[in-house]
């Protein structure tokens, strides 16, 4: 799932090793010309969001340091370190487990333990309110035999860690697995002719090794968990999200929510900065050139079931226990007799607009890739780095941005589509770029370079040569971001022209009233469809993995 | 009389139904190097990780000293044998600085800053204590893990192909080196190769593996010389075979009647080992050979010559001694080379 993953791998590889096998000569106008654009483009919001702010002048300082914010602060730190220390600690036994043991069914589970990545957070969110909520199901079903009233409070802090971390340990589980995987098993076996016990070696030596895949992991998570808008607002936990949501509808004045929207972005920021501070001196890289044994396959014994039941309940909790809630409501709502037709129309809007994005992201990321990848200079790779704003600005943030931009400066576009499109892009450039890019990184330039003797225009090798070799990447790409639009939901409900309804927004428009029956059919139907690239996302990794 | 370090016994090893170790005997004395010499997937490395205890055999023991530490029930971990390794691409810890890669295996506290520095002056590597591994050439990585390996005075050291990965003009430099620094610290040690000049180069005795099996265990010099099969023959050095026959106490042979010395009864069949500088070679117009092949060497020419049963042998001529294909030649055996010989069972059909 280098894919999925790609995208701070990326911020690793980028450190270093600028540009292996750049080119000397200076990239074509058709290259440099529209990745300049489109860094450019996406760093609109943030250059508008900082004038608004400071646009305000002494008093903004007032609305910063209130009480108020630094309680939003505490609580949104809180639930990031929450969400985050869980999935490590969930993650790295799995990861173990699945890459490194005799365990049984051990494909099995490396695929089921990933699948929560398709659920979005708000179709979570309401699974835990329906399922712990105050009169939820497990409430339900414990009055009759014991007289149950109160389960202890699900809103809040414990609701919304339990549903982020059901949602985003995967992204720590991939990485780790990657990396349990390609781990020299000569660094183990040195350790130990040098001593070391098997505890000890992990401790020193496997462990350090892991260090960039666990952080590398526990960025994404955080940040997701920074950036989560539904699962924070129908848990009514107010973190920094779920308050600017507040403020921009509650208030005229939009300089508190910009205000609060760049305090986010600043500790979206430091988070980035962390992650890369956390590397240090040291390069990690398998040393061994191809051929190196497998690594040992630790023999469990009598762990042997204990571990597979752990693997069990992560999956019953994370995948069938969501999937099984909202299997009952849907058959709620047939009984009820929902309307399917609102449906059907939200799912076509969902695949709509999640196919335009994917073709209009993965266009702006080729030239942006390309330039990066064999064009290397400190240019080049500044406009790259540009485009990884999506990273630091959550959706909300874009598409509060957007909105202020579009109905004050650009109102022809305000309220369509393309808009809506454009924020797509600057949130999920950075992912098709990842893509791209760490496919790029595998054609040698020796080819192209063969191509352009055997007399090919350096077009003509794009075309020819470069593209055919990294297509699949490129799908791989466009799958992440189709499936990561198709799950988005501020930007759509902020930006979307009115009466376009999409599978999110019905899902959202549904759970924030409790009408759980009709959810259930939408939320049912978006899982469905992300499964399609999530699917192409599992058999590219197993293809590449038996390469 | 020496104490051995290292004693293999029966040592065998399958993976699956491949056999990768059969029965493998070796000793090493202490503070005696032993090459392992074999083409790749011989199981010279396999037999490695036996020793360091990172596999487990199906069969055999392994002593380090005079302590068992695999064998019948025995199966001490690799952390517990005092056994260093060197790995092919040198398995640093790419998260530690030099220092700390060195001090790794080290117990805490006692002078531990001392042996560390101890060691970087053996390997001449002072002063680089806080790089990081990939701060560092080849030459001086490799310096890094024999010097990690040899901090705790491991009883013996394994290096598993550690030139394999250096360009070859650096190679014979830094095989110097590590030789020589091998020795001055006294260690006992076990080095896999497959390339045979450097077996020669480092090994006190050579041993040479072929399908899991130690074909020859032996002074460098027999193992040329002397080989013990038609394997070690062809593999150590170029070697061709003369079909022969025992007749009247000699081998006949195309070439002439070659001294025998051993008793066997005639007509048994006899495969007798030709090393190119076996032979001399003039131009004769009823010579018994004519030259199929030469190939320009430098000092030499190497000229392949096919014989009147239409087998063929090469011989070495000095530069000055150019012929052309074609040439029909008189072959003389040069003096001074005890004939090397196999008896041709059907069983022994295994070699080309």
Known sequence: MAVITGRTSNLIARLGRAGRGAHVSRPPAIIWLPATLVAVAVLLPLVYLVLRTLGVGGEIWELLFRARTFAILGRTVGLVIAVTGISIAISLPLAWLTARTDLPLQRMWSVLTVLPLVIPSYVAGFIVVAALGPRGMLQQLLAVPFGLERLPEIYGFPGATLTITMVTFPYVLITLQAAIRGLDPCLEEASRSLGHGPWDTFRRVTLPQLRPAIAAGALLVSLYTLHDFGAVSLLRYETFTWAIYLQYQTSFDRTAAAALSLILVVIAVVILFTEVRTRGRAQYHRSSVGGARPPACAQLGRWRWPAFGFCSLVVLLSLVMPMSILGYWLGRGVAAGEPFQVVWSSALNSGYVAALAALAIVVAALPVAILAVRYASRISSLLERATYIGFALPGIVIALALVFFGANYATPIYQTLGLLIFAYVILFLPQAIGAVRSSLLQVSPRVEEAARSLGSTSWQVLGRVTLPMIHRGILAGAALVFLTTLKELPATLILSPIGFKTLATSIWSATSEAFFARAAVPALLLILIASVPMAIIVTRERREQHD | ?352
């Open chain 2, 1 to 352: 009389m020496t104490k051995i370090a290292v004693r293999c016994t029966d040592l065998t090893k399958n993976f699956g139904r491949t056999p990768a170790v059969q029965g493998v005997n070796l000793e090493v004395e202490e503070g005696s190097f032993l090459a392992l010499l074999g083409p790749s997937g011989c199981g010279k490395t396999t037999l490695l990780r036996l020793i360091a205890g990172f596999e487990m055999p199906d069969r055999g023991t392994v002593a380090v000293g005079e302590r068992i530490v695999t064998g019948h029930r025995v199966f001490v971990p690799p952390e517990k044998r005092r056994v260093g390794i060197v790995f092919q691409d040198y398995a640093l810890f790419t998260h530690l600085d030099v220092a700390a890669n060195i001090g790794y295996g080290l117990p805490k506290g006692t002078n531990r800053q001392e042996r560390v520095q101890e060691m970087l002056s053996l390997v001449g590597l002072k002063g680089l204590e806080l790089r990081m591994p990939h701060e560092l050439s080849g030459g001086e990585q490799q310096r890094v893990a024999l010097a990690r390996a040899l901090a705790p005075g491991p009883e013996v050291l394994l290096l598993d192909e550690p030139f394999s990965n250096l360009d070859a003009d650096l190679r014979a430099r830094i095989r110097t080196e590590v030789k020589g620094i091998l020795a001055y610290a006294g260690a006992t040690v076990i080095f896999v190769t497959h390339d045979q000049e450097e077996a020669f180069f480092i090994g006190d005795r050579v041993g040479v593996m072929n399908a899991g099996r130690l074909e020859q265990i032996d002074l460098p010099e027999a193992i040329f010389h002397r080989p013990a099969t038609p394997f070690v023959a062809q593999f150590v050095g170029t070697a061709d075979f003369l079909a022969g026959e025992v007749q009247d106490k000699a081998i006949a042979t195309e070439l002439g009647r070659l001294s025998l010395t051993q008793e066997l009864p005639n007509g048994t069949k006899i495969k007798v080992m030709v090393r190119p500088d076996f032979i001399d070679i003039r131009p004769k117009a009823d010579g018994a050979g004519i030259i199929v092949e030469r190939v320009f060497q430098g000092i030499n020419y190497l000229y392949r010559v096919q014989l009147p049963s239409g087998a063929t042998i090469q011989c070495q001529q000095h530069h000055n001694r150019s012929y052309s294909v074609d040439t029909r030649v008189g072959i003389k055996i040069n003096p001074g080379h005890n004939p090397v010989y196999f008896i041709d069972r059907v069983e022994n059909h295994e070699w080309r």
